[in-house]
């Protein structure tokens, strides 16, 4: 039998799509102001989040993550991590009590005369909702890039790396040479894996990779406890095995390809944004990078009504510019924009606010 599809009205001033730190910290903003919104998520607030390995820690620190002037406190004052911020995340709803319509994921979205309309999938059914204005929140962490080559779906290949004990004794091999690349080899290596990784270039940039991991894989690979191919890419992936062939000038030697025996295959080669909702809304997209077109004064797109906050403002990032910490203004923008008035309430408590240019962000 089919589900009777259901379209019930809702109305609101504001829809905030995405229910990530910033889709949360806005939507706090918000209700402080009295303004009436809707939320929507596809998912659960701070899903990508939920992707990391156990016990994975933020690079950034504690103060810079913060949302909703609401400061994160632990027992240890160091860098917290996946699952203490998820915790923290919920702790921030609960406390404010925001209403958010998880697992109900926005499928359309139209601009009318003078408002949006918003079709939703909900675990049953549809819904329509129509509101004044939009807000995009929706990350750059979709789904990962994918390879495209032969076996990368069978099931001993992983793009999402979540826990070293799941490499205990075995060889894996891990494609890729940024930060969650390098982050996984060292740790599946110290959780006792045989471990191979595979990169396209031919060493790892400083500015990849973060300067307390960079010097301890080096360090690895130069004491052969870390085996390492350099300008390599994989071109098939079998049962039991990963064909690689070496790079040169970024193209594939097909005929100098060898076999590299594995028993795992993890690819951290980052991930993309989901950019559909952007362009069913008229929403012009930039570059190789899919950059949506925005006022970087109001954060308002080419549509009028419409804006995008967090890091789905800088489309499919090649080079990361924008993470939690620097697009909390971006909330300050967009309630300036809606309201006339920028919240008291941004980040951390007032006493440990403070900038930090992005060089200094990437460094850390």
Not at 44 to 57: A, E, F, K, L, V
Not at 106 to 124: E, G, K, M
Not at 226 to 249: C, K, M, Q, W
Not at 318 to 341: D, P, Q, W
Request: charge should be neutral; glycine fraction near 6%; proline fraction near 7%.
């Amino acid at each position: 039998m089919t589900p009777r599809r259901e379209h019930p009205q809702s109305t609101a001033e504001v829809a905030i799509v995405g229910a990530g730190p910033i889709g949360l910290e806005l939507a706090a903003s918000l209700k402080r102001a009295g303004v009436n919104y809707l939320h929507f998520d596809a998912k659960q607030i701070g899903y990508t989040i939920s992707w990391w390995p156990r016990n994975t820690h933020f690079f950034s620190t504690s103060e810079r993550i913060a949302i909703a002037g609401i400061p994160i406190q632990n027992s240890h004052q160091q860098r917290t991590t996946g699952e203490a911020y998820l915790a923290y995340l919920r702790a921030v709803v609960e406390q404010l009590d925001l209403q958010i319509k998880t697992y109900e994921p926005v499928i359309h979205i139209a601009r009318q005369a003078d408002s949006f309309t918003l079709r939703t999938r909900p675990l049953i059914g549809e819904k329509e909702y129509t509101c004044q204005k939009v807000v995009l929140a929706t990350g750059d962490m979709a789904e990962p890039n994918s390879l495209g080559i032969p076996g990368e779906d069978l099931p001993h290949v992983s793009h999402y790396f979540t826990d070293p004990h799941v490499y205990f004794r075995k060889r894996v091999l891990i494609v890729g040479g940024r930060n969650s690349a390098v982050e996984a080899a060292l740790r599946c290596w110290r959780s006792g894996s045989s471990v191979d990784i595979s990169y396209r270039r031919a060493a790892f940039y400083p500015q990849s990779v973060k300067a307390s991991i960079l010097p301890d894989v080096e360090t690895q690979i130069r004491k052969g406890n870390i085996g390492f191919y350099p300008e390599s890419l994989p071109v098939e992936i079998t049962p039991d095995h990963v064909v690689l062939a070496p790079l040169r000038n970024d193209r594939p030697l097909l005929n100098q390809a060898f076999l590299h025996p594995t028993d795992f295959v993890l690819i951290c080669t980052g991930f993309n944004a989901d950019l559909s909702l952007f362009k069913l809304a008229g929403v012009r997209l930039h570059g190789s990078e899919q950059v949506p077109e925005h006022h970087p004064e109001t954060m308002e797109t080419n549509v009028p009504g419409l804006y995008v906050a967090g890091t789905a403002a800088a489309g499919n990032q090649s080079r990361y510019r924008l993470f939690i910490e620097n697009c909390h203004h971006h909330v300050g923008k967009i309630m300036v924009a809606l309201t006339g008035k920028w919240p008291a309430q941004l980040g951390t408590i007032a006493a440990r606010r403070y900038d930090v240019p992005l060089a200094d962000i990437q460094t850390n």
